[in-house]
């Protein structure tokens, strides 16, 4: 099994900027692909990022592009994920994610571990 423990979550301004971390432990030998995910008061969860083990970006959707980066230390088995010029609809529970079957995918079935999600709130 793979443990994800998310960090860096918390309260910003609009425009401000956040880095979330994402540390994975147990079995991280098997891990193939990892992500993140948001999911907003009411509505569904939400794929925002993705990476697989060649190290490149899946997603970038019009709702983060050019905003949002996401980064994967392997010697760590840490992931970022780098917000930048936030806006109050960025506001959500962000969500770790890994894949231990798939090295590509934006879908929650494509992963079969998370972690338990850090708060992000931006005011206006």
């Known amino acids: 099994q793979v443990q994800l423990v998310e960090s860096g979550g918390g309260s910003v301004q609009a425009g401000g900027s956040l880095r979330l971390s994402c540390v994975a432990s147990?079995?991280?030998?098997?891990?193939?692909?990892m992500g993140w995910f948001r999911q907003a008061p009411g509505k569904e969860r939400e794929f925002v990022l993705g990476?697989?083990?060649?190290?490149?970006?899946?997603g970038d959707g019009d709702s983060v592009k050019g905003r949002f980066t996401i980064t994967r230390d392997f010697a760590k088995n840490t992931l970022y994920l780098q917000m930048n010029n936030l806006k109050p609809e960025d506001t959500a529970v962000y969500y770790c994610?890994?894949?231990?079957?798939?090295?590509?995918?934006?879908?929650?079935?494509?992963?079969?571990?998370w972690g338990r999600g850090t708060q992000v709130t931006v005011s206006s």
């Open positions: 990476t697989g083990r060649g190290g490149g970006s899946t």
């Open positions: 147990g079995r991280t030998f098997s891990i193939q692909m």
């Open positions: 994610a890994a894949s231990s079957f798939r090295d590509y995918g934006s879908s929650a079935s494509d992963f079969n571990s």
